[in-house]
């Protein structure tokens, strides 16, 4: 389950804390913070049991729970013999 990445910026914003200040509330760097913000990197368990801490969040809240978009239908595997097939319902 992805890292929810929009609830650690709203929370920032929403307290007007700079990048710097809300990565010191949490005890990381202000350029993890800004990964972290950004979906480029994945806290540990522990930096999310600290941003919980500072954000006062359930560490379930700090994991995406939102339904993702589905992924489009597939028609299945292609294969040779469903090619003969259809080129012979063609050629008929």
Same mark, same amino acid.
């Given at each position: &389950?992805?890292f929810?990445? %929009?609830? #650690?910026? +709203?929370? @920032? @914003?929403?307290?007007?804390?700079? *990048?710097? *200040?809300?990565?010191?509330?949490i !005890?990381v760097?202000?350029?993890?913070y800004? *990964? +972290?913000?950004?979906g480029?990197r994945?806290?540990?368990? !522990?930096? +999310?049991e600290?941003?919980?801490?500072?954000?006062c #969040?359930? +560490?379930? %809240?700090? &994991? *995406?729970?939102?339904?993702p978009t589905?992924p489009?239908?597939?028609r !299945?595997? @292609?294969t040779a013999k469903?090619?003969?097939a @259809?080129?012979?319902?063609?050629?008929e």
């Amino acid at each position: &389950m992805p890292f929810a990445k %929009d609830k #650690l910026s +709203l929370w @920032r @914003r929403t307290k007007g804390f700079s *990048q710097t *200040q809300a990565a010191e509330k949490i !005890g990381v760097t202000q350029v993890y913070y800004s *990964q +972290l913000e950004n979906g480029k990197r994945t806290p540990s368990l !522990g930096v +999310l049991e600290n941003i919980a801490e500072a954000t006062c #969040l359930n +560490l379930s %809240d700090l &994991m *995406q729970t939102a339904n993702p978009t589905p992924p489009p239908p597939t028609r !299945g595997k @292609r294969t040779a013999k469903g090619a003969r097939a @259809r080129k012979e319902a063609v050629s008929e």
